[in-house]
Nanobody, 126 residues
Framework: VQLQASGGGLVQSGGSLRLSCAASGFELHLFAIGWFRQAPGKEREWVSCIDISERTTYYADSVKGRFSVSRENGNNTIFLQMNSLKPEDTAVYYC????????????????????WGKGTLVTVSS
C-alpha cells in the first residue's frame, strides 16, 4: 500500500503547479483524500479534501479560490491544482487517504487518515 505525491517544484509568485497523488496497492476510489502541507518550522496544516465521488470538496481559507482538488478514479489518482501561488504556500505537500465507509464526506483531521504518502516540495519565490 503506497501513496505518492508528486509535481512539486520551484515556481515564481503568481504561478501555478499541479500536484498528483497516485496510489498503488489499494483502490483509491474507496477513500476520501486529504491534502496537507508543512512549511519549515511550522505545524502541519490541512489544505483541502475531496470525497470518493467529487460531490464534496473543502478548502482551507488560505487557499480557497486559488486551489482546486479533483480525482480520476479510473487512474487511481488525485490532483491538486494550485494557481496564483504565493510565497506563503511554500511547504512540503502530502496527500492522505481516509476510509469513511463510502460516505460522501471528507475531513480535515490528520489523525483520521489511514494512509499517508511521501510529500512533494513546493517552493514559491517572491
Amino acid at each position: 500500500v503506497q501513496l505518492q505525491a508528486s509535481g512539486g517544484g520551484l515556481v515564481q509568485s503568481g504561478g501555478s503547479l499541479r500536484l498528483s497523488c497516485a496510489a498503488s496497492g489499494f483502490e483509491l476510489h474507496l477513500f476520501a483524500i486529504g491534502w496537507f502541507r508543512q512549511a519549515p518550522g511550522k505545524e502541519r496544516e490541512w489544505v483541502s479534501c475531496i470525497d470518493i465521488s467529487e460531490r464534496t470538496t473543502y478548502y482551507a481559507d488560505s487557499v480557497k479560490g486559488r486551489f482546486s482538488v479533483s480525482r480520476e478514479n479510473g487512474n487511481n489518482t488525485i490532483f491538486l491544482q494550485m494557481n496564483s501561488l504565493k510565497p506563503e504556500d511554500t511547504a512540503v505537500y502530502y496527500c492522505a487517504a481516509e476510509d469513511l465507509g463510502g460516505s460522501y464526506y471528507c475531513s480535515h483531521d490528520p489523525d483520521g487518515m489511514d494512509y499517508w504518502g511521501k510529500g512533494t516540495l513546493v517552493t514559491v519565490s517572491s
